[in-house]
């Protein structure tokens, strides 16, 4: 909610307060009775005869030893023939049941009836309605200034039996900050009780007298109109029978009735309105210049003050409030005020709270759910601006924002807090107790998280710009979960950075590392050292050289979940069952199934065992260069850049070198087994050495099963120091037996069989 918008419904309310508490002044005065039935029982108009005169007509109604009423005309004449008496110069006195009352009603001529004893007024009359307490106060002070209703009306029956005073002619009445009229009034003196009986209207001015701080403006003028209107003095009640209307700058109630209750010294004490017997829920409309703003609810109570400034307000059954930027749903909502402000200090919501807002330039919605909620505003000192400056749910509460491009996040807790900029705008969102994070974008998976704690930075626009979760941070988005310490979610750059003994695992990989960046948009992964990697696909995994899971460590690792395409660079190392591999960075290309790894690349593979023996046993090949490439379904490696091979008693040295491995317990597919090293091609000037002996050329195969060397291309030469140098065209030496094969181009030849020591 907009700051603004909870002012506004906060003024709304101590408005509508305000405005019915401007007619108490005349409320516990006003025992004015009025209807039309003694004008209709009224005699014929006067006869001009008269039969004789009195000077003074004086007479009273007593009840015990209280006078409830005292009747005094300066000159009264009776009629020839009728016993009717005109009286001259009326004023009656009503000092009530209690004798609370001292009002006063007058008149310039009247007819009094002596057989029922009604008096009727044909013109102009006069009440003065005023409580026997004011009437001391204003006597003991004379520069007082009264606290009397007057009213102004015609054609006025008073009946001498009961007491009440009738008319059905419009009526115009005044107090000391407004004025009203209506159509008839009933008026008893005895009950204390006034009724309007129709077309009721009422302006209401600020008091000049008012106290209000420095800072703090009053409300304009305040229209009011209803049905009708009763005044119950028995039972401190005044109400204001509907459709009634409040107007006032722009702001408007309506309701079924307004109800305001008294306290003893019939000061305001609360202002209640109800849909009452029209059925008109309750309604605060504003117009302002973005849109009408509005508050409803089944009940709306202002409770106010001895000095007639609203204390508290409270809402109850089905409380709805909108505006253009919002609105706000709730079963019950109550306002605490700042004293003599009028403005709103603390509201508190309870029961299935909505809070939506949304920005026009943005088009991003946010809401705020919970079953309790409370606001604190700034405020109550001379000047201040009443703003929002913090809420927090009472209760478990989420916070949820959906932007155009239908990216939708929630921040979830037991308990949410949320702080306000000086110039009201949400700017941080805390979350306490059980924290979720949900974040949904279209074509992707839903993303959440859970943690212990949660902090949401929050936009201009009040939506998330990073959202931090600490403690036991668990994420998930559909086969990848992610564990850590502590995940930053930022929006511009669209990444989560998690922190703090990092864990990411799929369906087939697990990476731990200090620190993990997911890049939403690319769907990139990055890791920062050290970093440690588990694939437990071998049938989808890059290498394969064993059917237990690959290992890999490195400072820095970048994969992309959409391209399949991972880098480890900084002190590379890849393990599988017995073959490892280093380099300064090993990168596997996962859908084709390819590993490149460049700079200072070094590799132990195993080598085919000899016939007959275990596996246990068989030797294998420790190998360095610059680069090498991996194509796992082609079993098949290539290196380049000084290369050197080495096993026990063997080295090779080439400028480029092909491997070919073979898998023992493949399936048909030829995935799955332990791949051992079968044959070995070097090209580009290739040197062997075995023992003491060396040989050279253009290019030499290594065949594992028979353990020979095919040399090749060039002058294949071989070097011994027992036999000495042999050339020809191709010379092949096999290690089990050292037999060397010769050919020269003119047939073959064994050259020599000798056992090299080793």
């Not at 839903?446 to 036991?472: H, K, P, Y």
């Not at 950075?497 to 697990?510: K, P, Y």
Request: hydrophobic share 35%.
């Amino acid at each position: 909610m907009k700051r603004r918008d909870a002012s506004r419904y906060a003024r709304w309310s101590a408005l509508l307060a305000f405005a019915l508490a401007g007619t108490t002044g005349g409320i516990y005065l006003d025992r004015l009775w009025v209807a039309h039935r003694e004008k209709q029982n009224a005699p014929a108009p006067l006869p001009q005869n008269e039969e004789k005169q009195f000077t003074t007509l004086h007479f009273k109604k007593v009840e015990g030893d209280r006078t409830i009423f005292d009747l005094e005309a300066s000159k009264s004449t009776d009629l020839r023939g009728q016993d009717i008496s005109v009286l001259e110069d009326v004023k009656i006195k009503v000092y009530g049941k209690n004798g609370d009352r001292n009002d006063v009603i007058h008149t310039e001529s009247c007819r009094y009836a002596k057989t029922d004893g009604s008096i009727q007024c044909d013109g102009k009359v006069q009440f003065e309605l005023e409580s026997a307490e004011d009437a001391a106060r204003a006597a003991a002070n004379a520069g007082r200034r009264p606290n009397l209703i007057h009213i102004d009306t015609t054609g006025v029956t008073f009946e001498r039996a009961t007491g009440r005073a009738q008319t059905v002619e419009p009526v115009k009445f005044s107090f000391p900050n407004g004025s009203g009229d209506g159509v008839g009034a009933v008026y008893q003196s005895e009950a204390g009780q006034v009724r309007l009986i129709r077309d009721v209207h009422i302006q209401i001015q600020p008091e000049s007298g008012s106290t209000a701080k420095k800072g703090a403006a009053l409300p304009a003028q305040v229209e009011m109109s209803g049905s009708s209107m009763e005044i119950d003095k028995a039972g401190r009640t005044v109400e204001l029978f509907g459709p009634a209307t409040a107007v006032s700058s722009g702001e408007q109630v309506t309701a079924g009735e307004f109800t305001l209750l008294l306290d003893r010294e019939f000061h305001a004490q609360a202002l209640v309105a109800a849909p009452g017997s029209p059925n008109q829920q309750p309604e605060v409309r504003n117009h302002g210049p973005k849109g009408d703003s509005t508050l409803r609810a089944e009940k709306l109570t202002a409770h106010l003050s001895p000095q007639g400034w609203t204390s508290r307000i409270v809402a109850e059954g089905r409380v709805e409030g909108t505006s253009p930027s919002g609105n706000l749903q709730a079963e019950t909502g109550e306002m605490e005020m700042w004293p003599g402000m009028n403005q709103a200090k603390l509201l508190t919501l309870h029961g299935n709270v909505h809070v939506n807002a949304r920005d026009r330039k943005t088009a991003t919605t946010r809401s705020l759910t919970s079953n309790a909620l409370e606001l604190t505003f700034a405020g109550g000192k001379a000047g201040a601006v009443n703003r929002v400056e913090h809420a927090e749910t009472l209760e478990r509460g989420a916070m949820e924002w959906l932007d155009a491009a239908a990216v939708r996040s929630r921040l979830a807790a037991d308990k949410l807090a949320l702080d306000f900029s000086a110039q009201g705008k949400p700017q941080r969102l805390n979350a306490t107790g059980r924290v979720e994070s949900e974040r949904e974008m279209p074509g992707r998976p839903t993303q959440t998280a859970n943690s212990a704690t949660g902090v949401a930075q929050l936009s201009g626009t009040g939506d998330w710009s990073e959202i931090t979760l600490r403690g036991n941070v668990r994420l998930e988005e559909a086969e990848r979960n992610a564990e850590a310490q502590q995940a930053v979610f930022a929006r511009a750059a669209q990444t989560t950075v998690l922190t703090g003994q990092a864990m990411v695992r799929d369906a087939g990989s697990e990476t731990h590392a200090p620190e993990i960046t997911f890049f939403q948009s690319s769907g990139e992964i990055e890791a920062e050292g050290p970093v440690r990697s588990t694939d437990f696909r071998s049938k989808s995994s890059s290498f394969e050289m064993s059917p237990a899971p690959a290992n890999l460590s490195a400072d820095h690792m970048r994969a992309n979940s959409k391209t399949g395409r991972a880098v480890y660079t900084g002190h590379a190392r890849l393990w599988q069952g017995a073959s490892v591999l280093e380099a300064e960075t090993i990168e596997l290309l996962r859908p084709s199934r390819i590993l490149n790894a460049t700079g200072n690349v070094r590799a132990v593979f195993p080598q085919a065992p000899e016939p007959g023996a275990g596996p246990q046993s068989a030797p294998v090949w420790h190998i360095s260069s610059r680069l090498l490439t991996y194509w796992d379904a082609e079993n098949r490696a290539h290196l380049e850049k000084d290369v050197f091979v080495e096993s026990a008693d063997q080295k090779m040295r080439a400028p480029q070198l092909e491997l070919f491995f073979t898998r023992t317990g493949a399936d048909k597919q030829g995935s799955g087994g332990t791949s051992q090293i079968s044959r070995a091609v070097g090209t580009g000037g290739v040197v062997v050495e075995q023992g003491e002996r060396r040989g050279t050329a253009e290019r030499g195969l290594y065949t594992a099963a028979e353990e020979k060397f095919v040399l090749t291309g060039g002058t294949p030469t071989l070097f011994d120091p027992v036999e000495g140098t042999t050339t020809g065209r191709e010379l092949t030496f096999y290690r089990a037996d050292d037999t060397i094969v010769v050919d020269s181009g003119n047939g073959l030849r064994t050259l020599t069989k000798h056992r090299v020591q080793r």
